[in-house]
Structures are given as structure tokens and as C-alpha cells.
Nanobody, 123 residues
Framework: VQLQAFGGGLVQVGGSLRLSCAASGRSASSLSMGWFRQAPGMERKFVAA????????HYADSVKGRFTISRDNVKNTVYLEMTSLKPEDTAVYYC?????????????????WGQGTEVTVSS
């Protein structure tokens, strides 16, 4: 499975951005998928995840109410809609996928990882 994340960029505080992660090599409908982020000098942290079959979502407390994860299984793509962005949201964002939701929410649990896409929130 190859994951390609894109959509990052520079945005002002309070702005919005949508990240996308396209999966290839295997149907994404069989995979739980998630997003992580890593700020400079920090460990990679969980952001959000969505299950494969029933679309159950899970979010880090720091993004609840501001970020929304969704998926389009026809397009084999998962999205992360980010609103009310803050400077502390600045990081490289990575998408991840695994057959098991419990693995996707762990920083080093997912089997598949995409390259990062950088998000910078300027104040």
C-alpha cells in the first residue's frame, strides 16, 4: 500500500486547510486510516483516525471540534479538514493506514505510512 499525502501549506491563524491522503495498491475500504503530526523537535503525535467499515472516528483532544476526518472509499482517499488553525498546529502531517483501528491510533502502530505534508500556521 502506498499513501500519498498532500494539501499542506501556509495559512494564517484562524484559517482552514484540507489535507488529503490517497491510497494505492490496495482498496482503502479495508483499511482504517489516520493522521499524525510531528512538530520540529517533537515526537510524532496522533491527530485523528477513521475506521474502515463503519466510519467511526477518533480525535486527539487538542483538535476536537476543529478538525474533521472523513473518507471516500471510491476515491481511496482520506481527508483531514482543519479549521480554526492555531500556531501550535504547525507540523508535518503524516497519514497512516492499517487493517486494525487500534493500530492506527498508535504513533508507531500503523503498517503503512505516507510521506509528510507540511502545515505552517502563521500568527
Amino acid at each position: 500500500v502506498q499513501l500519498q499525502a498532500f494539501g499542506g501549506g501556509l495559512v494564517q491563524v484562524g484559517g482552514s486547510l484540507r489535507l488529503s491522503c490517497a491510497a494505492s495498491g490496495r482498496s482503502a475500504s479495508s483499511l482504517s486510516m489516520g493522521w499524525f503530526r510531528q512538530a520540529p523537535g517533537m515526537e510524532r503525535k496522533f491527530v485523528a483516525a477513521i475506521s474502515s467499515s463503519d466510519g467511526i472516528t477518533h480525535y486527539a483532544d487538542s483538535v476536537k471540534g476543529r478538525f474533521t476526518i472523513s473518507r471516500d472509499n471510491v476515491k481511496n482517499t482520506v481527508y483531514l479538514e482543519m479549521t480554526s488553525l492555531k500556531p501550535e498546529d504547525t507540523a508535518v502531517y503524516y497519514c497512516a493506514a492499517d487493517p486494525y483501528m487500534v493500530m492506527v491510533v498508535m504513533p508507531k502502530g500503523a503498517e503503512y505510512w505516507g510521506q509528510g505534508t507540511e502545515v505552517t500556521v502563521s500568527s
